[in-house]
């Protein structure tokens, strides 16, 4: 199966620096030019299935990149609830590592801790593999869920020997494979 992963657009949010986990803010004229941006990187692909996260930054981001097939929403690709501590708030970034770290066990008061987030999603792409193991899949979701996924999933040597961290930038494509218990890259963070 391949999954094509890509990231919403810019929002109002994302430029003022706020966290958004399960709250939600507009994407901006930018936001909507990465989308278009993505929809022509995209148009060759034979994609067979849509996903998105049912938030609307990740819906319009769908709707701009895919006008031809039905999009399905679903909320395990949600972006981690980030609890009363980060949720909209400023400063955010400054918990980075606490917030975003794969193997981070930290529980958000009243969110999620990235394994949750990383099992929810998991469970997602099994299902998914068992009906359509062929198939091209696009889903459209969020920087935190997809950088801890991919880190999880496909790149641990990485992690452990340099330490290193990726970060999906706003309407990124991350193409991956899955065979049903490995996953390979094929792209990381094409704009």
């Known amino acids: 199966m391949r999954i094509i992963?890509?990231?919403?657009?810019?929002?109002?949010?994302n430029v003022k620096g706020l966290a958004q986990g399960w709250c939600d803010s507009p994407l901006t004229k930018k936001g909507i030019k990465q989308a278009q941006n993505a929809a022509n990187l995209l148009a060759y692909e034979n994609i067979d299935l849509v996903l998105c996260s049912d938030t609307n930054r990740a819906i319009t981001t769908t709707s701009i990149?895919?006008?031809?097939?039905e999009i399905h929403t679903d909320p395990r690709i949600r972006?981690?609830?980030y609890g009363e501590c980060f949720e909209a708030?400023?400063?955010w970034h400054k918990n980075l590592f606490l917030i975003f770290h794969?193997?981070?066990?930290y529980h958000h008061v009243g969110g999620e801790n990235t394994k949750d987030v990383i099992k929810r999603f998991s469970e997602l792409i099994d299902e998914l593999y068992l009906s359509y193991p062929r198939s091209t899949i696009l889903i459209v979701s969020h920087g935190g869920l997809l950088s801890n996924f991919i880190?999880?999933?496909c790149i641990l040597d990485l992690i452990y020997k340099q330490k290193f961290?990726?970060?999906?930038?706003n309407a990124s494509i991350?193409?991956?494979n899955y065979d049903g218990k490995r996953y390979s890259v094929e792209c990381l963070n094409r704009r």
């Not at 990149?65 to 097939?69: L, M, S, T, V």
């Not at 794969?102 to 066990?105: A, E, G, K, N």
């Open 65 to 69: 990149i895919n006008q031809d097939i």
């Open 79 to 81: 972006e981690m609830h």
């Open 5 to 13: 992963l890509v990231r919403h657009g810019e929002t109002e949010y």
């Open 89 to 91: 708030k400023p400063n």
């Open 174 to 176: 991350n193409i991956l």
């Open 165 to 169: 961290f990726i970060f999906t930038k």
């Open 102 to 105: 794969p193997f981070s066990q």
């Open 151 to 153: 880190i999880r999933k």
